[in-house]
């Protein structure tokens, strides 16, 4: 009954939060201490500024702050971990895994996090240094140091022992890490293995030695591949001797495969992944600048192909009416296949080498809806321009199934090929479809119709 209490419990606006800083205090702890760190993280969100969540930031208590703000944005983040003294982010440090840990010290200035790490206990300090030694998006970056491991040669009964001893104090324990005399990594013992096994069975008997493991150097995208595949809670990481040197649980991964899919969903739109609604009007207004500039000598490259064909749109004033429905149906064809191949670039389901059936699909399907599109757009043409009758629809109908097809073609090569390249396919892959099927579109289109209307 309690539990249910505590799921439907009322929690505190920021408005009201605010007013009890100054008139209940202690009120506003208690309530503060009984929160989740993902609720907290949504009232320091809801605050209309900083100084509002720096006013509620004392109430929140350290062993909860550190989660509640590893959960904001990360320029939200920065900025309230810029105004904390050292003194406090020690705190905040204190009550974290050593991969939440890294992640503070990895957001603040050198000199306090230097600071900060002078202070850790040594083997905290240490944890804390082999993890920042990694690269942030690695599977090195990802992990925790805290796991349980045992000797290869050690019985059930011993291994049981000790974890009642020390497990208590790792969260989300899973798994029983099976090393050798080297700290090599020999198999991996789930807990209900290690429950149901006879007490004087040597776990080296009973450990699962084809447990996947991932290297500490391996990216995250990968990592993430691997816990879909296989379908772990956690998974251990080893270095290149196969020593056996952190965990990487399901959590970690769940925040990977967001980022990930947000980071490839700004790429496409040409966003960059660190933008978010708490950044400067003028950092974002840089960043989507630069695109937009990309973005603007594309439109001129377009622009410069209709006016090779100046003196035929000036005779035919329908010829400037039509052709944005050209480049406009290629454009959202070639996207559409764009999304599909960038996704599955990141699923790891399409590479450059298995690509060739992926292809072949875009490109029928294309052909498939140039056809169908052609002939309906052929007979509105003809209708809607009389004067030009049939001529005109057999026109824009070419154009289209030519420029459809182009779409699926340019939608799948592109994104395969900047791969190829070791580009994110995400990253420019749309301004380039874009101009492809401009270009494409208005050339078709209007030459079709030199050749045979003028």
Not at 402 to 411: C, P, Q, R, S
Request: hydrophobic share 50%.
């Amino acid at each position: 009954m309690a539990k249910n209490e505590k799921k439907t419990r009322a929690l505190p606006t920021s408005s009201e939060a605010l007013q009890l800083v100054k008139w209940d205090a202690g009120r506003l702890n208690e309530l503060l201490a009984g929160m989740r760190d993902a609720e907290l993280a949504d009232l320091l969100l809801s605050c209309r500024n900083n100084d509002e969540r720096l006013a509620l930031i004392p109430h929140i208590p350290d062993e909860l702050l550190g989660d509640a703000l590893l959960e904001l944005p990360e320029s939200m983040q920065e900025k309230l971990l810029a105004v904390l003294n050292t003194d406090e982010i020690e705190d905040v440090v204190e009550h974290l895994d050593s991969d939440d840990a890294t992640d503070i010290l990895q957001a603040v200035e050198k000199h306090v996090a230097d600071e900060v790490m002078e202070r850790l206990e040594p083997d905290e300090r240490r944890e804390v240094e082999s993890l920042l030694a990694h690269d942030e998006e690695s599977a090195g970056g990802l992990m925790q140091a805290e796991l349980f491991k045992v000797r290869h040669d050690w019985s059930v009964d011993k291994v049981i022992r000790v974890l009642r001893r020390f497990g208590r104090e790792i969260e989300n324990l899973h798994y029983v890490y099976v090393v050798d005399d080297d700290d090599l990594l020999v198999g991996v013992l789930s807990l209900h293995t290690l429950l149901f096994a006879e007490a004087d069975t040597i776990v080296a008997d009973i450990a699962n030695r084809e447990f996947p493991s991932v290297h500490a150097g391996q990216d995250q995208e990968e990592v993430a591949r691997i816990f879909d595949k296989y379908d772990m809670l956690a998974l251990p990481v080893v270095d290149d001797a196969g020593v056996l040197v952190g965990r990487i649980t399901a959590d970690d991964v769940i925040d990977v495969i967001q980022e990930e899919a947000t980071e490839d969903m700004y790429r496409l739109a040409a966003l960059s992944d660190q933008d978010d609604l708490a950044e400067p009007v003028s950092r974002t207004a840089k960043r989507r600048g630069i695109w937009l500039a990309v973005n603007l000598f594309t439109a001129i490259a377009a622009s410069f192909v209709i006016s090779q064909f100046e003196a035929t749109i000036a005779q035919i004033v329908a010829l400037a009416v039509l052709m944005p429905i050209v480049a406009s149906m290629g454009g959202i064809a070639g996207t559409q296949t764009l999304t599909v191949i960038v996704r599955s670039i990141a699923l790891g389901r399409v590479t450059f080498s298995n690509a060739k059936r992926a292809l072949m699909k875009e490109v029928s399907v294309g052909l498939v809806s140039g056809v169908m599109f052609a002939i309906l757009m052929g007979v509105i043409a003809s209708f809607w321009f009389p004067e030009l009758g049939i001529k005109l629809g057999l026109i824009i109908a070419t154009a289209m199934m030519i420029n459809l097809f182009v779409a699926g073609l340019a939608g799948a090569l592109i994104p395969l090929t900047l791969q190829r390249l070791k580009i994110d396919p995400a990253l420019a892959s749309g301004t380039i479809l874009t101009t492809v099927t401009d270009v494409v579109g208005f050339f078709s289109f209007l030459g079709l119709a030199t050749l045979f209307l003028v």
